[in-house]
């Protein structure tokens, strides 16, 4: 039940594109297509971006898209937007209805 | 809409014990699974436990087994959190979440309550 590994931070200016990745392992990201991303704001809860890799809820605009290859998930940004700031989290099902998260990744708009 | 109220945060000493509680409408409780994720203070998220519909099943991170009891009372719309033996290394935001295991993904949260375990 280790963390899902994930970049610190990554910056891009408006308009620009930014693309996180996950790296699990075959027991987690590798071994299900049960992916979810979650964006959290300061101080707020986490709200859900993307699930099972690569769908999004409605309401989450389609500058907001999901992946998967191996045991490696990405989340790409398109289009930058200022509100798009903020602390961003992968999620994978893990087996025996566990789930575990990844790291944390902090996103900044220049 | 779905709303998710979490209480019974608050200072507690290592060694203590806390019941979180989470009040749930704008679903039909007893037709999903629900958690607790935590989220220590400046740190990232950390799935704790989860439980069926019915109360039947339950499953929680190694780190709490033992220590930490996840219940629900269908009838209350209400889950639980019993915890006991706390750690300082268990102070953190407590979320209440909803699962959909139709997609292996938590898809609604609360806005946390706040243990702090300390002396």
């Known amino acids: 039940q280790s963390a899902l590994t994930q970049p610190r931070s990554v910056s891009g200016s408006p308009g620009q594109s930014v693309t996180i990745s996950c790296t699990g392992t075959?027991?987690?990201?590798?071994?299900?297509?049960?992916v979810s991303w979650y964006q959290q704001h300061p101080g707020k809860a986490p709200k859900l971006m993307i699930y099972?890799?690569?769908k999004r809820p409605s309401g989450v605009p389609d500058r907001f898209s999901g992946s998967k290859s191996g045991n490696t998930a990405s989340l790409t940004i398109s289009g930058l937007q200022a509100e798009d700031e903020a602390d961003y989290y992968c999620?994978?099902?893990?087996?025996?209805?566990?789930?575990?998260f990844g790291t944390g990744t902090k996103v900044t708009v220049l | 809409e779905v709303q998710l109220v979490e209480s019974g945060g608050g200072l507690v000493q290592p060694g203590g014990s806390l019941r979180l509680s989470c009040a749930a409408s704008?679903?039909?409780?007893?037709?999903?699974?629900m958690s607790w994720v935590r989220q220590a203070p400046g740190k990232g998220l950390e799935w704790v436990a989860n439980?069926?519909?019915?109360?039947?099943?339950?499953y929680y991170v190694d780190s709490v087994k033992g220590r930490f009891t996840i219940s629900r009372d269908n009838a209350k719309n209400s889950l639980y959190l019993q915890m006991n033996s706390l750690r300082a290394e268990d102070t953190a935001v407590y979320y209440c979440?909803?699962?959909?295991?139709?997609?292996?993904?938590?898809?609604?949260w609360g806005q946390g309550t706040l243990v702090t375990v300390s002396s």
């Open positions: 979440a909803r699962d959909d295991w139709v997609w292996a993904t938590i898809d609604y």
């Open positions: 704008g679903f039909t409780f007893s037709s999903y699974w």
């Open positions: 439980i069926k519909q019915d109360g039947s099943e339950k």
């Open positions: 075959s027991s987690d990201v590798g071994g299900y297509n049960y």
């Open positions: 099972d890799v690569s």
């Open positions: 999620c994978s099902y893990a087996g025996s209805y566990s789930y575990v």
